[in-house]
């Protein structure tokens, strides 16, 4: 957080006009040695300052969470890929919004609202010429 007086003024409870949010998704990572899928996703919320564009955000949150997943088979290289493009971040997200709530909620910003977002939309465009990185060995 920024050493600015305007930051102990904040009462912005519910009101997320003046957080900007930025979503990343990491390329999947396969561990052939596990025979399983590593999938991260994260995002970057500043705190816009009243000031004006030119000054520094009052707050900066980076936040981000990784999950292990694995297929029993039955899938072909096509759909198991599909579902690691797509469906590993939108598990993994509602667990990052809800910390990410959490997070500001005891710091004393309040709740803040996510907007709503189709993650598997932005995964599958975020991912869709990315194949999952092979680690032969971890």
Do not use: H
């Not at 899938?75 to 997200?93: C, G, H, K, N, Y």
């Amino acid at each position: 957080m920024e050493k600015q007086l305007g930051l102990l003024d904040f009462m912005n409870v519910g009101d997320t006009e003046g957080w900007n949010l930025t979503i990343n998704i990491r390329q999947p990572i396969f561990v052939e040695k596990e025979k399983v899928y590593v999938s991260g996703i994260g995002c970057k919320l500043e705190l816009k300052s009243s000031v004006g564009e030119e000054t520094p955000p009052l707050a900066r949150l980076n936040a981000s969470i990784s999950g292990k997943f694995s297929t029993e088979g039955g899938f072909s290289v096509e759909q198991e890929e599909s579902l690691v493009r797509t469906q590993m971040p939108a598990i993994l997200f509602p667990y990052l919004r809800g910390a990410v709530t959490s997070f500001l909620a005891n710091a004393g910003f309040g709740p803040f609202i996510f907007p709503l977002i189709n993650m598997q939309e932005v995964a599958k465009q975020s991912l869709k010429d990315v194949k999952p990185k092979i680690i032969a060995d971890q």
